[in-house]
């Protein structure tokens, strides 16, 4: 078999840290040979890929799905937290000379790989995990925030991009209002991403310690504050954010009637599986007088398959590029 549906196919992850790659090898495959490239260490998207190919000489993909961190529209790209210039998918397909070349946002490709999910990615946050049925949400803190749905239809999944990260904080503590306020001073605005996110929980710690009046330190990075849970203060940033992230997944399930369940991605929640398990996360879920019952039958999850952008890629061209002659065979 010849063109874009036979393979290798080139699929990626690309966030504000890192560029993940990987080849599969056409319809239903898994992603393999796996490598992430630092994004400060490339001009670009085109860059960063062709650095991957050349440590695969003489494989030509026929086909790839590019997934990026930022809005995706008209064949337009920008990776919001990489500081790469924007770009088009038809610069990137000349450059790489792959007949067949389309970029998606990232969380797009997260929200398809959903359903191929095995119960082993899975960890249930609260008293079940989804099945992989109705509609479906993810939303995933990592260097930013996304957020994005997925939806069956007759053809297929069919995925709601958006910028739901860019919505207003979900306050609902006297704490978290002032978190909030102090935040609002700072940047202007009390966006979910400004704290739901690595810089986010960061900002948490340094707020909460402005307004105990801790004396000033080095302000600690995320993985520092997760690291450090038996220090009161990054004891209660961690909490904070993820009774925050259940306010804000609660919001997403309503909004999009995600009755199939709601999926936790992003960099930072596999960490911290064990304090999200037991915080306030699934009670903040659920708590939204008077919709209380209807959000209880909603299942939530954590993610921790280590590539599930790059699943959803493979998921998107498998959906996109399948012939009359791949679906009898």
């Not at 494989?59 to 995706?72: E, F, Y």
Request: proline content about 9%; glycine content about 14%; hydrophobic content about 45%.
């Amino acid at each position: 078999m010849t063109g874009p549906g036979a393979g290798p196919w080139l699929v990626a992850d690309v966030g504000g840290t890192n560029a993940r790659f990987a080849l599969v090898d056409g319809p239903d495959g898994t992603p393999e040979h796996v490598a992430s490239l630092p994004t400060r260490d490339h001009a670009g998207l085109a860059d960063a890929a062709a650095a991957y190919l050349a440590r695969h000489a003489g494989v030509r993909p026929s086909a790839a799905c590019l997934a990026v961190a930022g809005p995706v529209s008209g064949g337009t790209y920008h990776l919001t937290n990489a500081g790469w210039p924007a770009g088009t998918a038809d610069a990137v397909r000349e450059r790489l000379r792959i007949p067949r070349l389309e970029i998606l946002n990232d969380f797009e490709a997260l929200a398809l790989a959903l359903p191929r999910l095995a119960p082993g990615d899975l960890i249930p946050v609260g008293p079940s995990a989804p099945t992989g049925g109705g509609t479906l949400a993810v939303v995933g803190p990592g260097t930013g925030l996304g957020v994005a749905g997925l939806v069956p239809t007759a053809a297929g999944w069919l995925a709601l991009p958006g910028e739901g990260g860019q919505v207003d904080i979900p306050a609902a503590t006297e704490r978290e209002v002032e978190v909030m306020r102090l935040l609002r001073a700072e940047r202007g605005a009390a966006t979910a991403e400004l704290l739901l996110s690595g810089d986010g929980l960061a900002r948490i710690h340094r707020f909460l310690a402005v307004i105990d009046g801790v004396p000033a330190a080095e302000p600690l990075d995320p993985a520092r504050i997760c690291s450090r849970l038996d220090d009161p203060l990054c004891e209660e940033a961690v909490l904070m954010f993820c009774a925050l992230l259940g306010s804000l997944a609660g919001n997403v399930a309503l909004t999009l009637g995600a009755r199939g369940g709601v999926y936790l991605g992003g960099g930072i929640l596999p960490r911290i599986a064990d304090v999200l398990c037991g915080s306030s996360f699934r009670a903040r879920f659920e708590w939204k007088p008077p919709v209380e019952d209807y959000l209880r039958t909603i299942p939530t999850a954590l993610i921790v398959h280590p590539g599930p952008a790059l699943v959803g890629a493979a998921a998107h061209l498998t959906q996109t590029l399948r012939t009359p002659a791949l679906e009898r065979a």
